[in-house]
């Protein structure tokens, strides 16, 4: 039987068979962060915790923030572990103090907001000096090509790849920066076929069906991904063809 995700899709959820996959294409990212025993991170709208667990196991203590209680309640629910602390809080207004941390992941954040410069701007305060911000968001050409408003309703807006770059280089300077692509899946000649049927009734399905629906293609392709499946490459070709973006960038006050 295959299990809904509690959070609608929007939230990872361990225990939804359905989005598992879609949880290992997230939490791969969290595999770039270079920790530390001396270290403390944030991971900032850090959803249901999937992520910080992960960081938990690399770094001396990881914060979770994110703005639904939902999740904070989930996270502490199934992520017990010593140095992890989950808080109810905004983006916009991040509870900690100025040079807090060394380290900052913000995966799928960014494009949730309609003050983004205020979320960098948050961001940059909390971190360290030559602190190192962990940050990814869709690529508009790939996600929502041709349309004024993303596809996705839970999304404010999309930049496009040189518009994301333009926006992080206003607060940081971009060190890495990565196109995340899944060739098992991406490259499987279904989407010739399904794609231009979903993205002709785009306004007509709901993106929750239209999301599942993808899902379950996915899983048919390939019951169980392998985070050797996932590649994460700073090529520009590779990087211009990826549905997603992630950009390390350091923190130089």
């Given at each position: 039987?295959?299990?809904?995700?509690?959070f609608g899709g929007e939230r990872m959820e361990s225990k939804s068979n359905l989005s598992r996959n879609n949880l290992l294409?997230?939490?791969?990212?969290?595999?770039?962060?270079?920790?530390?025993?001396?270290?403390?991170?944030?991971?900032?709208?850090?959803?249901?915790?999937?992520?910080?667990?992960?960081?938990?196991?690399?770094?001396?203590?990881?914060?979770?923030?994110?703005?639904?209680?939902?999740?904070?309640?989930?996270?502490?629910?199934?992520?017990?572990?010593?140095?992890?602390?989950?808080?109810?809080?905004?983006?916009?207004?991040?509870?900690?103090?100025?040079?807090?941390?060394?380290?900052?992941?913000?995966?799928?954040?960014?494009?949730?907001?309609?003050?983004?410069?205020?979320?960098?701007?948050?961001?940059?305060?909390?971190?360290?000096?030559?602190?190192?911000?962990?940050?990814?968001?869709?690529?508009k050409t790939l996600y929502s090509p041709g349309t004024k408003r993303p596809i996705n309703p839970h999304h404010v807006f999309?930049?496009?790849?040189?518009?994301?770059?333009?926006?992080?280089?206003?607060?940081?300077?971009?060190?890495?920066?990565?196109?995340?692509?899944?060739?098992?899946?991406?490259?499987?000649?279904?989407?010739?076929?399904?794609?231009?049927?979903?993205?002709?009734?785009?306004?007509?399905?709901?993106?929750?069906?239209?999301?599942?629906?993808?899902?379950?293609?996915?899983?048919?392709?390939?019951?169980?991904?392998?985070?050797?499946?996932?590649?994460?490459?700073?090529?520009?070709?590779?990087?211009?063809?990826?549905?997603?973006?992630?950009?390390?960038?350091?923190?130089?006050?």
């Amino acid at each position: 039987m295959i299990k809904e995700n509690k959070f609608g899709g929007e939230r990872m959820e361990s225990k939804s068979n359905l989005s598992r996959n879609n949880l290992l294409e997230h939490l791969v990212r969290y595999e770039l962060l270079k920790g530390g025993k001396d270290k403390i991170v944030l991971d900032i709208g850090c959803g249901s915790g999937h992520g910080s667990n992960t960081l938990a196991k690399k770094f001396k203590m990881v914060y979770g923030v994110d703005i639904s209680e939902d999740a904070i309640i989930y996270a502490r629910d199934n992520w017990q572990m010593d140095n992890i602390e989950f808080k109810v809080g905004s983006c916009l207004d991040i509870p900690f103090p100025d040079n807090t941390f060394d380290e900052v992941s913000a995966f799928e954040v960014f494009e949730h907001l309609h003050d983004w410069k205020r979320l960098l701007s948050e961001v940059k305060r909390v971190l360290k000096p030559n602190g190192l911000v962990y940050i990814s968001t869709p690529n508009k050409t790939l996600y929502s090509p041709g349309t004024k408003r993303p596809i996705n309703p839970h999304h404010v807006f999309e930049m496009t790849i040189s518009e994301f770059k333009k926006a992080l280089g206003e607060f940081f300077v971009i060190e890495e920066f990565y196109g995340q692509r899944t060739p098992i899946y991406n490259d499987h000649f279904i989407w010739k076929i399904v794609n231009p049927v979903l993205f002709a009734f785009k306004w007509l399905i709901p993106y929750s069906i239209n999301n599942t629906i993808k899902l379950y293609i996915i899983n048919r392709i390939k019951l169980k991904l392998e985070m050797s499946d996932i590649i994460l490459k700073s090529d520009m070709v590779w990087v211009e063809k990826s549905r997603f973006v992630v950009a390390i960038c350091r923190n130089l006050k």
